[in-house]
């Protein structure tokens, strides 16, 4: 079980607009976020006499009921303390919890079936002296309050929700120039495996493993292994730029059409090669300009790679997604794609600082630096080895399903090299983390 959470800090916009009540509020979410969040808990900070927006937090909703009551606390706690952190103690606290029906059920269920973690997360914030202004429920286009017993405003069959485009914070939205980028469900279907025949992709990273692992545990194969890597990976980003430009390709520049660029055995060799943690660092030097958008979309693809028992694999292109999407200011995708990182693998220390980072708000250019001074060093042939430095460890998050991004950072945060792990019969690597 993934266990950590999403926050974000106060958005940097400068235009002010006016909530009032709970549809404002529920139309206003996806704006909030960048994103319509799904099977989510939500907490907004308020802050000032006025009820200023400031951080938020989202977790995926734990499927135990047992598991609320710590999760409510945990959530308050982290809402709180980080809001404290970048500044003020909030003066309340906006809570949403958003989920669609189970097979079966009614949206109305929906919410009956989630009041008690309504309950926890308002007595949760309460005994941190902050109260909840409001709880909304979200769930197949309706929304209800979990505080308002004004029937009139909030009548027991709940309120739709506004048509896309049409509320205040959606106009206020398009005047800044803020998009919402559909669904985290769909967000995170751009990372995932394809549902179709998956053998052949099975088979290559057999091959790779049973080629590459040796070679990486070697201590004298393993840096030309790493200039393969990335050799193959500059090639295919080359690939990945010319693809656009062709006329009668309407799929390119698609997730689709970037898969039909990158055979199995690329592929393949690229997951494995990116395993080892001195070449997954070289790799986030294209991070900027041109660069940024081809190896991002090289990232993905390569995510949608990992089959089977390859499936955790994914956590090094994903990390380097979510590195590329928050250094170019993509914050949303930069959650999503390190959230997954983390489902795959909670312990993968890049993953988790980046997610830090990212989540409390720091700017990713000190780490762009970073990256430009161990590339110019070793233009100049004068590399030395990649070091990690954190000012402090990741704080311990609550348990549940969630995405998102973590301290100031370098490169090459991980375990032990050379560590492996044997699943089903094969062999893959995990050199560093």
Same mark, same amino acid.
């Given at each position: 079980?993934?266990?950590?959470?999403?926050?974000?800090?106060?958005?940097?916009?400068?235009?002010?607009?006016?909530?009032?009540?709970?549809?404002?509020?529920?139309?206003?979410?996806?704006?909030?976020?960048?994103?319509?969040?799904?099977?989510?808990?939500?907490?907004?900070?308020?802050?000032?006499?006025?009820?200023?927006?400031?951080?938020?937090?989202?977790?995926?909703?734990?499927?135990?009921?047992?598991?609320?009551?710590?999760?409510?606390?945990?959530?308050?706690?982290?809402?709180?303390?980080?809001?404290?952190?970048?500044?003020?103690?909030?003066?309340?606290?906006?809570?949403?919890?958003?989920?669609?029906?189970?097979?079966?059920?009614?949206?109305?269920?929906?919410?009956?079936?989630?009041?008690?973690?309504?309950?926890?997360?308002?007595?949760?914030?309460?005994?941190?002296?902050?109260?909840?202004?409001?709880?909304?429920?979200?769930?197949?286009?309706?929304?209800?309050?979990?505080?308002?017993?004004?029937?009139?405003?909030?009548?027991?069959?709940?309120?739709?929700?506004?048509?896309?485009?049409?509320?205040?914070?959606?106009?206020?939205?398009?005047?800044?120039?803020?998009?919402?980028?559909?669904?985290?469900?769909?967000?995170?279907?751009?990372?995932?495996?394809?549902?179709?025949?998956?053998?052949?992709?099975?088979?290559?990273?057999?091959?790779?493993?049973?080629?590459?692992?040796?070679?990486?545990?070697?201590?004298?194969?393993?840096?030309?292994?790493?200039?393969?890597?990335?050799?193959?990976?500059?090639?295919?980003?080359?690939?990945?730029?010319?693809?656009?430009?062709?006329?009668?390709?309407?799929?390119?520049?698609?997730?689709?059409?970037?898969?039909?660029?990158?055979?199995?055995?690329?592929?393949?060799?690229?997951?494995?090669?990116?395993?080892?943690?001195?070449?997954?660092?070289?790799?986030?030097?294209?991070?900027?300009?041109?660069?940024?958008?081809?190896?991002?979309?090289?990232?993905?693809?390569?995510?949608?790679?990992?089959?089977?028992?390859?499936? %955790?694999?994914?956590?090094?292109?994903?990390?380097?997604?979510?590195?590329?999407?928050?250094?170019?200011? %993509?914050?949303?995708?930069?959650?999503?794609?390190?959230?997954?990182?983390?489902?795959?693998?909670?312990?993968?220390?890049?993953?988790?600082?980046?997610?830090?980072?990212?989540?409390?708000?720091? %700017?990713?250019?000190?780490?762009?630096?970073?990256?430009?001074?161990?590339?110019?060093?070793?233009?100049?042939?004068?590399?030395?080895?990649?070091?990690?430095?954190?000012?402090?460890?990741?704080?311990?998050?609550?348990?549940?399903?969630?995405?998102?991004?973590?301290?100031?950072?370098?490169?090459?945060?991980?375990?032990?090299?050379?560590?492996?792990?044997?699943?089903?019969?094969?062999?893959?690597?995990?050199?560093?983390?």
């Amino acid at each position: 079980m993934n266990k950590h959470h999403e926050s974000t800090g106060p958005s940097s916009a400068q235009e002010q607009i006016t909530l009032r009540g709970p549809a404002e509020l529920a139309d206003a979410l996806p704006y909030l976020m960048g994103f319509h969040p799904t099977d989510s808990v939500v907490m907004v900070a308020l802050h000032g006499r006025r009820g200023r927006f400031g951080g938020r937090l989202r977790l995926g909703i734990p499927r135990s009921p047992g598991e609320w009551g710590a999760v409510a606390e945990q959530l308050a706690e982290c809402l709180v303390t980080g809001s404290e952190r970048r500044g003020d103690k909030p003066e309340g606290i906006v809570v949403f919890l958003c989920q669609d029906p189970r097979p079966g059920e009614t949206s109305r269920q929906v919410l009956e079936r989630l009041r008690p973690l309504a309950q926890q997360l308002r007595t949760a914030c309460g005994s941190l002296e902050v109260p909840v202004h409001e709880a909304l429920c979200i769930s197949d286009g309706r929304f209800w309050s979990y505080c308002c017993p004004d029937t009139r405003c909030c009548p027991p069959e709940g309120n739709v929700l506004a048509m896309p485009g049409t509320s205040v914070m959606a106009a206020a939205a398009a005047y800044a120039g803020i998009q919402v980028r559909g669904s985290l469900r769909d967000m995170e279907a751009r990372l995932l495996p394809s549902t179709a025949d998956t053998g052949g992709q099975e088979q290559a990273l057999d091959l790779a493993a049973a080629a590459l692992v040796p070679r990486i545990l070697d201590g004298s194969g393993r840096e030309q292994v790493g200039e393969e890597t990335l050799e193959l990976a500059r090639t295919l980003m080359r690939r990945i730029a010319g693809a656009p430009g062709k006329a009668g390709r309407p799929e390119a520049g698609t997730d689709w059409g970037d898969d039909a660029l990158i055979d199995d055995g690329e592929a393949a060799a690229l997951v494995l090669g990116l395993q080892d943690r001195k070449t997954r660092d070289r790799a986030a030097e294209w991070m900027e300009g041109s660069e940024a958008s081809h190896a991002l979309r090289l990232w993905r693809a390569l995510s949608r790679r990992c089959v089977g028992p390859y499936t %955790d694999h994914a956590a090094a292109p994903l990390t380097l997604a979510g590195w590329v999407a928050w250094s170019t200011g %993509d914050e949303p995708g930069a959650r999503v794609a390190l959230g997954r990182a983390l489902q795959l693998d909670p312990e993968y220390h890049f993953a988790q600082l980046l997610h830090q980072a990212c989540n409390e708000g720091l %700017d990713p250019e000190a780490l762009r630096a970073c990256l430009r001074r161990e590339r110019q060093s070793r233009t100049a042939g004068t590399e030395g080895p990649v070091r990690t430095e954190t000012r402090r460890k990741p704080p311990q998050p609550p348990a549940g399903r969630q995405d998102g991004p973590s301290g100031a950072v370098r490169p090459g945060a991980g375990g032990p090299h050379g560590r492996t792990r044997r699943r089903n019969g094969q062999r893959g690597t995990k050199s560093g983390r």
